[in-house]
C-alpha cells in the first residue's frame, strides 16, 4: 500500500510540476528554443562591423590587435550597426584594457600581460598606446 502511494504521489508530482513542452525534442523544455530565437539580437558581427569601417580595418591590420573583433572592445553594438546615425559607441572604461591584460597566473605566459600598478602608475593606457594599435604611442 505504501509503494503504491509513494510511486502516485511521485506521478502525480511530475506531471503537475513538468511544464508542458518538456521533452519535444529532447531533455529540456522545447518552448525554451522559442524564447531564446525571440531575444533580440545584441551583437553584430565582426564582418558587419568592417563592412562600414574600412579605414579601422586597414589601421588595425597593422598592429598587434589585428586578430580582435571590434566587439570584444566595442561592446555589443547591433544598434549602431543598424542605424549608425542615432547610436555611436563609447568605450566609458579608460582603463578596459586590463579586462584582457592584467596580470593573471592563469594565463598562458606567452599572452603579454602587466601589473597596472607597476607598469601605468595612474595613468590611463591610451595616454601611451594607440587602442587599435597598441605598439605605437598617440601624438601629443
Ligand atoms: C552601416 C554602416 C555601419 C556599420 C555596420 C557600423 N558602423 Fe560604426 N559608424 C558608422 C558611421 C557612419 C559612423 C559615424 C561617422 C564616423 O565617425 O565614421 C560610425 C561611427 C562609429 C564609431 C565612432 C563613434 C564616435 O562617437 O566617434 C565607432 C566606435 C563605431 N562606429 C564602431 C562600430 C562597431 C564596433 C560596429 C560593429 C558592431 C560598427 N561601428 C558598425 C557606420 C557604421
Ligand atoms: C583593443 C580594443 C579595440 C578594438 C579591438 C577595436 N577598437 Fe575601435 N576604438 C577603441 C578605442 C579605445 C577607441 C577610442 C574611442 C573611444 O574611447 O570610444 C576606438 C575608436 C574607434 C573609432 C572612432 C574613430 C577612430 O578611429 O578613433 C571607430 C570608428 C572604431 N574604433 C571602430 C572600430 C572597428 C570597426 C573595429 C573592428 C575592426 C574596432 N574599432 C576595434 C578600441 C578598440
Ligand atoms: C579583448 C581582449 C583585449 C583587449 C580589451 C585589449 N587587448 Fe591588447 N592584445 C590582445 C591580444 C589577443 C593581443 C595579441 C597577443 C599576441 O600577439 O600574442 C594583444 C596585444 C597587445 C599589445 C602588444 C604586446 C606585444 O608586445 O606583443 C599591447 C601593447 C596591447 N595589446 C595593449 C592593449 C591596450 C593598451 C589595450 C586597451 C586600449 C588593449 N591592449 C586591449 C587582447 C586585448
Ligand atoms: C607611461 C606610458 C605607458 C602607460 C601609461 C601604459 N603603458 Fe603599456 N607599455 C608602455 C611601453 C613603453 C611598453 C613597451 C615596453 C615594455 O614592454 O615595457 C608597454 C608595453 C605594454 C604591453 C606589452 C607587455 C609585454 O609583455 O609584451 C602591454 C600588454 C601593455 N603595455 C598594456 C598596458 C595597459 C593595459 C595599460 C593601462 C593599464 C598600459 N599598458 C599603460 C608604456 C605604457
Redesign the pocket.
Given at each position: 500500500m505504501l509503494t503504491v502511494v509513494i510511486v502516485s504521489l511521485f506521478l502525480g508530482a511530475k506531471a503537475l510540476l513538468v511544464p508542458a513542452s518538456f521533452g519535444q525534442y529532447g531533455w529540456y523544455r522545447g518552448n525554451a528554443m522559442k524564447e531564446v530565437a525571440a531575444a533580440s539580437i545584441a551583437?553584430?558581427?565582426?564582418a558587419?562591423?568592417?563592412?562600414?569601417?574600412e579605414?579601422?580595418v586597414k589601421v588595425k591590420a597593422a598592429g598587434k590587435h589585428k586578430g580582435l573583433g571590434?566587439?570584444a572592445c566595442?561592446?555589443?553594438?547591433?544598434v549602431?550597426?543598424?542605424?549608425?546615425?542615432t547610436a555611436?559607441?563609447?568605450?566609458e572604461d579608460p582603463r578596459f584594457c586590463l579586462r584582457c591584460h592584467a596580470k593573471d597566473f592563469s594565463k598562458p605566459e606567452k599572452f603579454p600581460q602587466v601589473d597596472a600598478v607597476e607598469h601605468a602608475g595612474k595613468d590611463t593606457c591610451r595616454s601611451c598606446h594607440k587602442a587599435h594599435t597598441p605598439t605605437e604611442a598617440p601624438a601629443k
Open positions: 551583437f553584430a558581427g565582426r558587419t562591423c568592417e563592412g562600414c569601417h579605414e579601422v571590434c566587439e566595442h561592446g555589443a553594438n547591433a549602431h550597426a543598424e542605424d549608425p546615425n555611436t559607441s563609447k568605450i
